[in-house]
Each structure stands twice: as structure tokens, then as C-alpha cells.
């Protein structure tokens, strides 16, 4: 009786077209997987916008003579890190990064691997580079410092961005481009004016809590997906964009809603991870 051979070779077929799949999926850069799993394929890379980048990393100097500076922290929630903390910054910082903000307003823009766009319908604002003068150092430093100084991370150059009337951030993550190597760690979204109804900061993804304590922070008497946290002068949301193994947190997905009317000013302190760099002290 002649020997059936088909199935064997149906077997070799199959293996081989997954070997081959699997092949050409790597080669396409593993689309659907989070970009800190792509090695091979990173921001280590010499490509402009890495340049960009790592050229707005700064430390504050060492020697700063910051005035003391108290603020009242509350753990929103553990995993993911979330943090509100009242007061972070005083009122004279805030005069002050209003003041300097002044005459730098600029369209706001939108990234998508590094690319810069403007798009109202994803954000509508404007922004503002500010100074590292004396006042704004000291606010890195206290950044930095809340997190315990981490190992080779920075302060990504600090801009205040303000909403007027219809003003918005729709939902986003703020951690696009990560690499083992390099990620945005962390987001302080600080509150540097409240004029203004509506503009909370919403976390879709996130429960509101129980406790009626939390109502001083949080919006409790709207019916809005997931909890937002009311606009208040001084006071910073604070947050870890990735989990240890640097996986982005999918928890953290937020958005700025839309200002009904005045104006909301806030300042945006990113912690940039960026492994083994050195920057130099102080002046910008
Ligand atoms: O304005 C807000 O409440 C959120 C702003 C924000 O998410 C951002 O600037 O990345
Ligand atoms: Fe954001």
C-alpha cells in the first residue's frame, strides 16, 4: 500500500508561512504592540525629533536657594500612582509664571511620533515656553524632589498652556513615544489659574470615589464617564504614565474639558526618563 506523505508536508507548510509571518511582522516594526516593547527599533536613535527631545531635558542647579514651600498631598489612587496635591504651587508662583507667560503664547500643537500639528478639534489652546529663572527652577526642583530625585530622569522645559472659552484637550495618553531606554514617566497638571467654568481634567477610565471628602477635588454632581478633577489654583494632578516594567498605564487616558467660559490656565511638568544622559546645570 503506497504511503500517505500529504499530511507531514501540510504541517511543514503551515510552520514555514508562520515563520515567514512572523518574519515580515517584526520587520514591520510589531504594529498593535506598545513601542516600548519594539526593541531593535527605538528612540535611542539619532532622528531629529529624539534630538529635539533631549535637547529640552534641564535639571534644576544644585545650588538653588528655593524659599520653603509647603503643599498638602492626597493619594487618589495607588495603581496607577495618582496624586492630588493642593497648593503645589503658591500664589506668587503663580503671578509669576502668568507674568512670564505674557508675551509667549503660542498656537498649541499636537505630536504624533514626534511630528508637530495643529488640530482644534484635538486641542484648542494656547502655549508658552517660560524662562528658567530663579522662581521657575525652584519648580522643577520641587518636581523632581516629589519623586525622590529618580535615577536619570529630568524635567522636560516647562509651558503653561491656557484655555479660553471653548478651549479643550480631547483624550489622550501622555506617553506617545517610549522606549525602554527613554519615556515620559510622569505628569504634574498644574492648576496656575481657575477663572473659569468647566476645563476639569477627566480621567475616563477611573472611578470616582466613594468618600464625600473627595468632592472638595472632584466633580460629584455631574454625570460624566469616569472622575474629573476641578480646576483650583495652585493645586497639581499628579501621575505615573508607566507601570515597572514600563508598560503605559491605559488607566491614565485624560483629557481637558472643555473651558464653558473665563480662562483656565495650567502648566504641564513632565519627568522625562533618559538612560544614562547627562545634562548640564542650571541656566537655559
Ligand atoms: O488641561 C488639562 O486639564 C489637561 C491638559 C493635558 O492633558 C496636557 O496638556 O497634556
Ligand atoms: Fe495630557
Redesign the pocket.
Known amino acids: 500500500m503506497a504511503k500517505d506523505t500529504s499530511a507531514p508536508f501540510r504541517w511543514r507548510t503551515v510552520v514555514e508561512v508562520a515563520g515567514i509571518a512572523a518574519i515580515i511582522y517584526v520587520l514591520l516594526g510589531a504594529p498593535g504592540l506598545p513601542s516600548a516593547w519594539r526593541t531593535g527599533r527605538s528612540a535611542e536613535k539619532d532622528t531629529p525629533a529624539v534630538r529635539t527631545k533631549i535637547e529640552s531635558l534641564v535639571s534644576p542647579a544644585k545650588e538653588l536657594n528655593c524659599p520653603t514651600h509647603k503643599y498638602e498631598t492626597h493619594v487618589f489612587s495607588s495603581s496607577p500612582l495618582i496624586l492630588y496635591v493642593d497648593g503645589f504651587l503658591s500664589d506668587s508662583e503663580a503671578e509669576h509664571l502668568i507674568d512670564i507667560s505674557a508675551d509667549k503664547w503660542q498656537i498649541s500643537t499636537v505630536s504624533t511620533d514626534g511630528i508637530e500639528r495643529t488640530d482644534e478639534s484635538v486641542r484648542k ?1 494656547e502655549k508658552a515656553l517660560v524662562q528658567r529663572d530663579l522662581t521657575v527652577q525652584c519648580i522643577e526642583q520641587r518636581a523632581l524632589s516629589f519623586q525622590g530625585w529618580p535615577q536619570d530622569t529630568f524635567i522636560e522645559r516647562l509651558w503653561t ?1 491656557r ?1 479660553n472659552e471653548s478651549g479643550h ?1 480631547a483624550p ?1 495618553f ?1 506617553w506617545s513615544t517610549a522606549t525602554k531606554t527613554a519615556r515620559r514617566v510622569s ?1 504634574f ?1 498644574v492648576y496656575v489659574s481657575a477663572n473659569c467654568t468647566g ?3 477627566q480621567f475616563l477610565r477611573i472611578e470616582r470615589p466613594q468618600a464625600e471628602s473627595w468632592c472638595q477635588f472632584v466633580e460629584c454632581n455631574v454625570q460624566s464617564e469616569g472622575v474629573t478633577f476641578k ?1 483650583r489654583k495652585g493645586a497639581a494632578v499628579f501621575w505615573e504614565n508607566f507601570d515597572a516594567e514600563g508598560r503605559g498605564y491605559r488607566e491614565t487616558m ?4 472643555p473651558v464653558e467660559s473665563g480662562t ?1 490656565i ?1 502648566l ?1 511638568i513632565w519627568s522625562w526618563y533618559q538612560k544614562g544622559y547627562r545634562v548640564d546645570d542650571g541656566e537655559p
Open positions: 489652546s498652556q484655555y484637550f489622550h501622555d505628569t497638571m476645563g476639569g481634567t480646576p485624560h483629557a481637558g474639558l483656565k495650567g504641564n
